[in-house]
């Protein structure tokens, strides 16, 4: 049973580019949850999401990034227009049906924006 | 709300010796409680986490924590540590089952270091 994946690993960008992130969830998992890692610090929460439902996305900075997690396909985290205080790890972590389902932690996508 | 603190973002052992690293929590509901290490450009590994059962938890490589409501910590130990031990070491808190939402909150991470 494949573990999340999540690519690209490490992504480059120019201040003004796009970024487009993608997460597949462990097999059976219907849960999906994004974090942000900025240098030096622990990982803060952006956005809960099950399919084709965006259900907390207080963590969301309020321009310039979406997610979505289609009905088919893997989840996809967008930034607009980056800057350079986008550059960060980046992880996802998916989870069961249960309230009580560990999320498990992709190896996440290390954006550098030049 | 949920807010997750670790005392000491670098700790030192050496070989053999006691790993403590601390995590205090503060909860308005029941909290599940974890520890996850992190390596060196890697992802999140869950070490050990508390539901509300036991409040001695067993994890992972020798891992484990205690959880104390009296003193809202969760620290994490090892009787003895390996050099494979050096790793960044985070404390999480999630709402249970009476809510809080199934985000975790992160401390800020406990970068261990493994001396010879």
């Known amino acids: 049973n494949a573990g999340v994946m999540q690519n690209p690993r490490h992504l480059v960008r120019r201040r003004g580019q796009e970024a487009r992130l993608r997460c597949s969830p462990m097999?059976?998992?219907?849960?999906v949850y994004w974090y942000r890692q900025l240098p030096e610090e622990g990982l803060k929460f952006m956005v809960y999401?099950?399919?084709?439902?965006?259900?907390?996305e207080s963590g969301m900075p309020k321009e310039r990034f979406s997610a979505e997690f289609p009905k088919e396909g893997p989840s996809i985290l967008r930034i607009q227009q980056v800057v350079r205080g986008d550059s960060a790890a980046y992880f996802c972590?998916?989870?069961?049906?249960?309230?009580?389902?560990?999320?498990?932690f992709g190896p996440g996508t290390r954006l550098t924006v030049l | 709300a949920q807010s997750v603190t670790q005392l000491g973002s670098h700790v030192s052992v050496s070989e053999g010796a006691l790993v403590l690293l601390r995590c205090n929590y503060s909860s308005s509901v029941p909290p599940y409680l974890f520890w996850y290490v992190q390596y060196p450009n890697q992802g999140l590994q869950l070490l050990l986490k508390?539901?509300?059962?036991?409040?001695l938890v067993k994890g992972i490589n020798g891992f484990e924590a205690e959880f104390k409501k009296s003193e809202t910590s969760f620290h994490l130990t090892k009787p003895s540590a390996h050099m494979s031990d050096a790793a960044e070491y985070f404390c999480?808190?999630?709402?249970?089952?009476?809510?809080?939402?199934?985000?975790?909150?992160f401390g800020t991470g406990t970068q261990l270091k493994v001396e010879l």
């Open positions: 508390y539901t509300s059962a036991a409040t």
């Open positions: 999401l099950q399919k084709e439902n965006i259900i907390d």
């Open positions: 972590a998916s989870a069961g049906l249960s309230i009580e389902n560990e999320q498990f």
């Open positions: 097999k059976g998992h219907s849960h």
């Open positions: 999480a808190v999630r709402g249970g089952l009476t809510g809080g939402g199934n985000k975790l909150t």
